[in-house]
């Protein structure tokens, strides 16, 4: 028995074998050649590694021949850039787990839109653009300022605010595309809920809010987020919203998911977006730190047929902080953090190296995962923690350079 792992990310975020060990040497890899020397090969029954392995068609010709010596039990993918084409072997192949037809409407912004509205979930308005006159009428309509965002690519890359005629005159000239979505651009809060569900139940549902209004987050030093009381009142408004939507789409069966939701000032909530998989940055290990559930260690497990941790356990709140890089040259970085709240802290950020901003949201070289009792002070914390961050770090700027 086979189980074929389609694996986009570094082993250091994915480590299978230790998610997994019960099946560990019944494990075959198929990895972004650009990573594969993270994963240790000693640890699984093979790794196949594929350059350019987002378009290599030989990473279905592979998947079919490996069927064939060996019948494939099950197919895992994690990453979104993973879901659809896991999705169309299960479906080659027999195979349970979710279908295209799920993987697409989750992945597909236009399409998941459209099935939203069909059902009668809110949504900013939108529409599929193909040529200029498109855009120029849906900014006739609505004036400015618009979102335009790819169809399906991830972590906000290729996202434009269009905030006036000078920026619109600026995207047409460099960044038009046919195949874009263009949306209405909303006012007000920005937040997203988390959670694992099990043959068809929810079995842990969390909001947070960002910290950034709306996509602003193009125009700051720092991408963050924390969790909601319960007590907050937004909360359960959330949580059943999440159900509802959960409930009308074509979900799997198992299934971690990120769902985004605006609040308006008069308090109307409108759907972003939502993937069947778990929230990038560090959303995973916050609520590992907070409610002690791992989403992707579970639910691997519960479609690997084996026993996982399904029960949140409530310890503290907890939020997380990307350290954007800015426009320029990284002379110091701190190595350590001298705040107790911050239980977490990495740098990526490599001294001496010229960096040209951040080109998606999750784009970073430090980032901390602060803890608190209260939402207030968790705010505080995060203040705090991004304050230190900003006076003790050091950049060349470029046009110092």
Not at 37 to 59: E, T
Not at 91 to 105: D, K, R, Y
Not at 293 to 298: G, I, K, P, T, Y
Request: proline share 5%; aromatic share 10%; with cysteine.
């Amino acid at each position: 028995m086979t189980y074929l792992v389609l694996s986009y990310a570094h082993q250091a975020e994915m480590p299978y074998h230790e998610w997994l060990p019960e099946i560990k040497d019944q494990l075959i890899l198929f990895v972004n050649g650009e990573i594969s020397n993270s994963f240790n090969r000693q640890q699984y029954s093979s790794i196949f590694s594929f350059k350019n392995y987002s378009n290599n068609g030989n990473v279905e010709r592979e998947a079919i021949l490996l069927n064939e010596r060996h019948h494939i039990k099950r197919i895992l993918a994690l990453d979104e850039l993973d879901l659809i084409r896991a999705a169309q072997l299960r479906e080659l192949f027999g195979i349970e787990g979710q279908s295209v037809e799920s993987a697409v409407t989750y992945r597909d912004k236009l399409i998941m839109k459209q099935y939203m509205r069909k059902k009668g979930i809110p949504v900013p308005d939108f529409r599929l653009i193909n040529s200029p006159l498109d855009l120029l009428s849906f900014v006739k309509e609505h004036n400015y300022p618009v979102i335009v965002k790819p169809r399906d690519l991830v972590a906000s890359i290729g996202v434009s605010i269009i905030r006036d005629s000078t920026e619109l005159e600026e995207w047409l000239t460099h960044h038009f595309r046919p195949n874009m979505l263009a949306e209405k651009y909303i006012e007000g809060k920005l937040y997203h809920i988390d959670g694992l569900v099990n043959d068809g139940e929810i079995k842990l549902c969390w909001p947070s809010t960002y910290h950034t209004l709306n996509r602003y987050w193009l125009d700051t030093d720092f991408h963050s987020s924390h969790m909601l009381e319960q007590e907050n009142p937004v909360f359960q408004r959330l949580v059943n919203l999440t159900s509802k939507v959960i409930g009308l789409m074509p979900s799997p069966k198992t299934f971690t998911f990120h769902l985004e939701v605006f609040e308006k000032p008069n308090g109307e909530l409108l759907i972003c977006e939502i993937a069947s998989r778990t929230g990038w940055a560090r959303v995973n290990k916050t609520i590992e730190y907070t409610l002690g559930v791992n989403l992707n260690c579970s639910v691997l497990r519960l479609q690997c047929d084996l026993p996982a941790n399904t029960q949140p356990s409530l310890r503290k709140l907890g939020g997380w902080i990307l350290c954007k890089p800015q426009a320029g040259e990284l002379v110091y970085v701190p190595s350590e953090v001298p705040f107790d709240f911050v239980v977490e802290y990495q740098v990526t950020g490599k001294p001496g190296m010229v960096y040209n901003g951040a080109k998606s949201c999750v784009d970073s070289i430090a980032n901390m995962i602060v803890m608190a009792n209260t939402e207030v002070e968790l705010r505080d914390n995060i203040s705090k923690a991004q304050q230190w961050f900003v006076e003790n770090t050091k950049w060349r700027y470029l046009d110092e350079i």
